[in-house]
């Protein structure tokens, strides 16, 4: 696990801003492919966002960028591989595909698989 042992800049940034604007854009930069690398950067700054931010500033992309190369030489930072692995799979069940974000959690689609093929095979009344 990782120490919020964070630069004063940093956490100014997280402090000054409105809690869910802020989550709400860390969220989002999580769920694109392109920051897949930065995943735990961006992890963490959602951790220290729903704990310390407090403000009413909404913030901008700049600011953003900041408060992840501010985590640089942080745990988080130093922690962080290059991405090598599928970011969005597909799992199948009998009313069609549908398609996850793994993330950084590697064979989460095979795991889901056996979990959705254990349970639909199974005979229940009211399935749907």
Wanted: net charge negative; glycine share 4%; charged share 25%.
């Amino acid at each position: 696990m990782f120490h919020f042992d964070l630069s004063r800049r940093v956490l100014s940034f997280v402090t000054r801003c409105k809690r869910e604007d802020l989550v709400d854009k860390l969220v989002g930069l999580s769920l694109s492919p392109e920051y897949q690398s930065n995943h735990l950067r961006i992890l963490t700054l959602i951790q220290v966002a729903l704990v310390h931010a407090s403000g009413r500033r909404r913030p901008s992309s700049t600011e953003l960028a900041a408060m992840l190369n501010g985590l640089r030489d942080h745990d988080a930072g130093r922690n962080e591989d290059p991405a090598e692995d599928v970011f969005v799979s597909a799992v199948s069940t009998p009313d069609g595909e549908y398609k996850i974000f793994n993330g950084v959690y590697p064979a989460a689609d095979f795991n889901l698989q056996r979990m959705l093929d254990a349970v639909l095979s199974q005979d229940f009344p009211a399935r749907e």
